[in-house]
Nanobody, 124 residues
Framework: QVQLVESGGGLVQPGGSLRLSCEAS????????MGWYRQAPGKQRELVAS???????DYADSVKGRFTISRDNGKKTVYLQMNSLKPEDTAVYLC??????????????????WGLGTQVTVSS
């Protein structure tokens, strides 16, 4: 059973920092692109940052220069370092993997997975 579990969220003041982690568990052959999404009440879910299996990152314009995404394939973990946090960064942050390959009797298959999310609140 594959799971994505986030950690590291919390309450911080504007200008502060947080580091989010997302660890994949289960019988996994490989993980392709991973990313962090966020969703605030009444707003659409948006892609914050993504990273390929080989480590190439991409960022939303709103977080460029402030957030850094990275991954450790050996630990099956993706991270999001968030600096210079702003109140508008407040949201539930969700980990996403577009394709996780798992062993099957005929070979292998891939599926999309989401974590349950971790709350980030930026407030004075």
């Amino acid at each position: 059973q594959v799971q994505l579990v986030e950690s590291g969220g919390g309450l911080v003041q504007p200008g502060g920092s947080l580091r989010l982690s997302c660890e994949a568990s289960g019988s996994i052959i490989s993980i392709e692109d991973m990313g962090w999404y966020r969703q605030a009440p009444g707003k659409q879910r948006e892609l914050v940052a993504s990273i390929t299996n080989s480590g190439s990152p991409d960022y939303a314009d709103s977080v460029k220069g402030r957030f850094t995404i990275s991954r450790d394939n050996g630990k099956k973990t993706v991270y999001l370092q968030m600096n210079s946090l702003k109140p508008e960064d407040t949201a539930v942050y969700l980990c996403h993997a577009d394709r996780i390959w798992t062993p099957r009797p005929m070979g292998a298959s891939s599926s999309e997975y989401w974590g349950l999310g971790t709350q980030v609140t930026v407030s004075s």
